[in-house]
């Protein structure tokens, strides 16, 4: 795990307009960038540093739509007076990619990644239950995931967000929607692997870092990156402190959607700018959607809006987030600030030992 000790510093504005370009492609040059924003290069190199060393935010890599990976949400209820100890413990599995404390029937809410199904089932039946503290554990296996991993904050113009955008990596998300993980197909060799870690700690690492960090030459590193990204198997995501950039409230709907109608739901929820994670699960209640707003009030509005957009859609049940304990490899502390980083690994051993 790598820690993050440095000061903390607020978002404003032009941070947010920053952040909002920078979700269309997480690794534009600032070269490309400043121009598009009206700011000098030097200006949004720096203001992403402030951003970075105060833990506001990040960018990471993520699996492309072609990459072989089977999922599951896992709840968790947890033993009296022991919530934050589970969810640290979770926090630290690899395969646990995030971790989020809610009210309702369940205390936890995690989202679990891994390479093959034998492995996802070891482990929501073995690795998972043990923690522990866990009183009783929930599983969902995943099977279609909507949603993609760049989202609009609404502070650039679709002229702004086409100008900085990546073409393959476009085209990748574009491919993403509405795929199967069962569909998905294509596996990374280890040394691609090593480059995906050393991609988890800094997204826009430098490529003569990333040489110098996995013993191989830049040239090298330039040319698997930008191939495993030409062919849907790598991507990138920003994420920032949601409080400070002024979306503070997040909370999670599960969904009994007919069967026919999944696929049309799913698109239709995962299109919403309040939209973070869309995927359909096993079971009567279909669809999970994590959604974040400016105002807690906010979820009376995406209620009404699922009511007449999606009326086929019936909500079975809806929690709020109280707090973030990891998001996509990242430890958040209770400002949701990044903290540390345990890399999202689905390729790690799953037992203990």
Known sequence: MTENRSTRRGVDEADVVL??????????????????????????????????ESGAAWVSSVPGPHLALVGAVYEVRAEPGRTVDVARELAAIPQVISVYATDGAFDLHTVVLAAEMAD??????????????????????????YSGVHWRLGAIDRSQQRSVADEAD?????????????????????????????????????????????????????????????????GFRTDFARREGGWPAEFITWLSVPHDKLDHVGAEISAWRETRICMSAVGSVSLMVMSQVHRVDGVSAILEQLRGTVPEAAVSDQRLVLRAFKSWGRLLDEAGHAAGVVPVDPWAATTTN
């Open 19 to 52: 952040l909002d370009a920078l979700h269309a492609n997480p690794r534009v040059s600032f070269e490309r960038l400043g121009p598009v924003l009206g700011i000098s290069p030097v200006t949004a190199a720096r203001r992403w540093q402030k951003l970075s």
């Open 120 to 145: 996802l089932s070891a482990l929501l039946l073995e690795r998972l239950p043990r923690v522990p503290g866990i009183a009783r554990g929930r599983a969902h296996v995943g099977l279609r995931w």
């Open 170 to 234: 476009t085209g990748g998300r574009r491919a993403a929607r509405g795929r199967t993980l069962s569909a998905r197909s294509r596996a990374l060799a280890p040394p691609d692997q090593a480059l995906f870690l050393a991609l988890q700690r800094d997204g826009r690492a430098r490529y003569r870092d990333l040489a110098r960090e996995l013993g191989t030459s830049e040239h090298l590193v330039r040319r698997r990156l930008d191939s495993l990204v030409r062919r849907g198997m790598l």
